[in-house]
C-alpha cells in the first residue's frame, strides 16, 4: 500500500486553513491523519474532513513534539510562521509555509509547481517550502509558459484584489458594510481590517506603505516572480482593494524581446497546466472573479497586441485568492513534494 501521512493545518479555522482542507479531499491527497491547530480561542471547534470531524487543537510550543507529523500547512499569519515553524521542522516534518515570512531567504525554495517544480528538492536546507503570494502565483502561471516561448523583458500589471486577501475578518467587514449601506448606516460604520471602507470603493492600498513609495503587496510581486522565474525581469505592480469577495483579478501588460504570434500565445494560454483560456469576446466571454471562484484554475482572456509597440500584450486574469493563490496551490506543492521523495 502506498504511503499515507500526518497532516497538521496551522491556521484550520482561517480563511485558507478551511480551503485546505477541502482542497487535500479534491485532490486525494494520501491522508493517513489529520491535526487542525488555532489559537486558544477556537480550540475545542470542529472542522470536517471526508465526513469526519476533527477537534482543533491549539498551537503550543510542544504540539510538534507531541504529535507525530509528517506534513504541516501553516496559514496563520507571519508571526506564527516566525514562531512555530521551526518546532514543526525540528519534530521532522516538512513545512509549507503560506505567509510571507520566509519566502525571500535563499535557502527556502519559493515555489509554483507549475513554474518551478525543481525547486522543491532544495527543501531539505531548512525543511520550509515557500508558497508565494496570491497575487504572484496567478501571474507567474502565465509568465512562465510566454517567457519560454518569446523571453519577457517587462511586466507592468494592475491587481483588482478580493476582501478575502485579508481572511475571514476581511469578508467579513465588506459583508457588513454592504449590510450597513441597505440599512442607510453606511456613513456610520468604521473600518476595522482595511484602512478605507470599501464597500462601493477601492483603494491602491494593500499591506504596509514602503520607502520607495511601493507597498509591500506590490513589492512582493516584483521579488517573488524574479525568484520562482530565476530571472531578473523588470516588474512594476500597482495593488489596489476592490470590493469583491473572493478572487483576485489582474490586467498584465507583458513586453517581449522576441516577436510573438497572438494566436500562438493564445495556443500556448490554453495548453498551459494551471490555466484555462476563456477569450472569445464576440461571446462576452472573459474571465471574471464569478467565474474562478471556487475553481482551482487561472482563467485568462482578453488576450490582445498593443496597440503602438508590437513586442507588447496586453491579459487580463481572475483566480480564486483562497484556492489557486494559497490552498491549491500549498496542497499541489506538498503533492510534488511526495512524488519527488
Ligand atoms: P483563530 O480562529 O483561533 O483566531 P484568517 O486568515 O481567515 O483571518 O485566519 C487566521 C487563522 O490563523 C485562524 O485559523 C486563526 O485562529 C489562526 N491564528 C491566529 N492567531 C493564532 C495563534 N496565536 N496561534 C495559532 N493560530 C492562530
Redesign the pocket.
Known amino acids: 500500500m502506498s504511503r499515507k501521512y500526518n497532516v497538521a493545518i ?8 478551511e480551503e485546505i482542507l477541502n482542497v487535500l479531499e479534491e485532490l486525494e491527497f494520501p491522508v493517513n491523519d489529520i491535526l487542525p ?3 486558544a ?2 480550540a475545542g471547534q470542529s472542522v470536517t474532513f471526508k465526513n469526519k470531524d476533527f477537534v482543533i487543537k491549539e ?1 503550543t510550543e510542544t504540539t510538534f513534539e507531541e504529535n507525530d507529523i509528517d506534513i504541516a500547512f501553516f ?3 507571519g508571526s ?1 510562521s516566525e514562531k512555530y515553524a521551526k518546532y514543526a521542522v525540528e519534530s521532522g516534518a516538512l513545512v509549507i509555509d503560506n505567509t510571507s515570512h520566509f519566502r525571500m531567504d535563499s535557502d527556502v525554495p519559493l515555489v509554483v509547481p507549475e513554474c518551478n517544480p525543481e525547486d522543491i528538492d532544495a527543501w531539505q536546507e531548512r525543511g520550509i517550502i515557500a508558497n508565494p503570494n496570491c497575487s504572484t502565483i496567478q501571474m507567474v502561471q502565465i509568465l512562465k509558459p510566454l517567457d519560454d516561448a518569446f523571453d519577457i523583458k517587462r511586466v507592468d500589471v494592475s491587481t483588482y484584489q478580493a476582501a478575502s486577501g485579508a ?3 476581511g469578508m467579513e467587514e465588506l459583508v457588513e458594510e454592504l449590510q450597513a449601506f441597505f440599512a442607510f448606516k453606511l456613513d456610520e460604520y468604521k473600518p476595522k481590517v482595511f484602512p478605507h471602507k470599501l464597500a462601493l470603493n477601492l483603494f491602491p492600498h494593500i499591506d504596509v506603505f514602503l520607502e520607495n513609495d511601493y507597498t509591500k503587496e506590490e513589492m512582493k510581486m516584483v521579488n517573488e516572480t524574479q525568484k520562482i522565474l530565476h530571472k531578473q525581469m523588470e516588474v512594476s505592480a500597482t495593488c489596489v482593494r476592490v470590493p469583491v469577495l473572493r478572487s483576485h483579478s489582474e490586467a498584465i501588460t507583458i513586453k517581449f524581446n522576441q516577436d510573438f504570434d497572438i494566436e500562438k500565445v493564445k495556443e500556448i494560454l490554453a495548453n498551459a497546466p494551471g490555466l484555462k483560456l476563456a477569450d472569445n469576446v464576440s461571446k462576452n466571454l472573459y474571465p471574471t472573479p464569478m467565474m474562478s471562484t471556487d475553481t482551482n484554475d487561472t482563467f485568462v482572456g482578453r488576450v490582445r497586441r498593443d496597440n503602438f509597440d508590437e513586442k507588447i500584450l496586453h491579459l487580463w486574469c481572475c483566480a480564486d485568492q483562497i484556492r489557486v493563490g494559497a490552498a491549491t496551490n500549498a496542497v499541489r506543492i506538498a503533492l510534488k513534494w511526495i512524488e519527488n521523495n
Do not use: D, Q, T, W
Open positions: 496551522v491556521g484550520a479555522s482561517g480563511a485558507v486553513g491547530l488555532a489559537s480561542r477556537s498551537l496559514s496563520a499569519g506564527i481572511g475571514k475578518e
